[in-house]
């Protein structure tokens, strides 16, 4: 059973334009949500994370956005440059105190020049 | 700058063999976590940590054991090693942030292991 779902395996966006990569999960106790970013034979980077008690937070170009009712969560990057071409994975714990992240299978974006 | 080592990059193991795979954290975190990463299935947790000593159960943990001695050191050991582990393998450390304003998980470059 997954918990954490991420329902497009890829997107592509120009230059420029925005990406908006979207994630759901069904566990109501997920209290903590977090976006990577992983180029091939590397490890993840951290992209930025949110809280449950937010629906919004903001870091340059990236923007999660939160919506508890829906157990969906999206990551919006503006504008989008080449360099963002990644796999993006989409993850939750159940405590912000550090359990252990659960992940979804990853949306690869391909920006194009 | 935080760093999470992981000791080879490229691995390559026949089947059978016993199999460690070694990950080394600086930044004193008590929680450490092993996943693999496969075409299509995304991270899936192997074993994590809490403690020097404790372990516990990811989600697939069959044919994996880990070893924490020390708190800077979490290694994933393949006990007789098959086609199947064939993989990039990942390690985290997680832990506060300094100013104690966000919970951060950062990862190691990974192991290619491949299982011939």
């Known amino acids: 059973d997954q918990q954490v779902k991420q329902n497009s395996p890829s997107l592509s966006v120009q230059e420029g334009r925005i990406s908006i990569l979207n994630c759901d999960y069904t566990?109501?106790?997920?209290?903590?949500f977090l976006w990577y970013k992983k180029y091939p034979a590397e490890g993840p980077t951290f992209l930025i994370s949110?809280?449950?008690?937010?629906d919004k937070n903001e870091d340059g170009r990236f923007t999660v956005f939160l919506n508890k009712s829906a157990k969906h969560l999206s990551l919006h990057i503006v504008p989008s440059q080449p360099g963002d071409s990644a796999v993006y994975f989409c993850?939750?714990?159940?405590?912000?105190?550090?359990?252990?992240?659960?992940f979804g299978k990853g949306t690869t974006l391909s920006v194009s020049s | 700058d935080v760093k999470v080592t992981q000791s080879s990059r490229y691995l390559v193991k026949r089947t059978g063999e016993k199999v460690f795979l070694e990950c080394v954290q600086d930044?004193?975190?008590?929680?450490m976590f092993w996943y693999r990463q496969d075409p299509g299935l995304g991270l899936r947790l192997i074993y994590f940590?809490?403690?020097?000593?404790?372990?516990e159960k990811g989600d697939i943990p069959e044919g994996y054991s880990v070893s924490r001695e020390k708190k800077e050191r979490f290694s994933l050991i393949l006990e007789s090693a098959s086609t199947n582990q064939t993989s990039m393998y990942l390690c985290?450390?997680?832990?506060?942030?300094?100013?104690?304003?966000?919970?951060?998980?950062?990862f190691g470059s990974g192991t290619r292991l491949t299982v011939v």
């Open positions: 993850a939750a714990s159940k405590d912000q105190a550090g359990t252990a992240l659960i």
């Open positions: 566990n109501s106790m997920f209290d903590y």
């Open positions: 949110i809280s449950s008690i937010k």
């Open positions: 930044m004193d975190h008590e929680n």
């Open positions: 940590s809490y403690d020097v000593k404790m372990k």
């Open positions: 985290a450390g997680g832990g506060w942030q300094r100013d104690r304003s966000n919970y951060g998980y950062t």
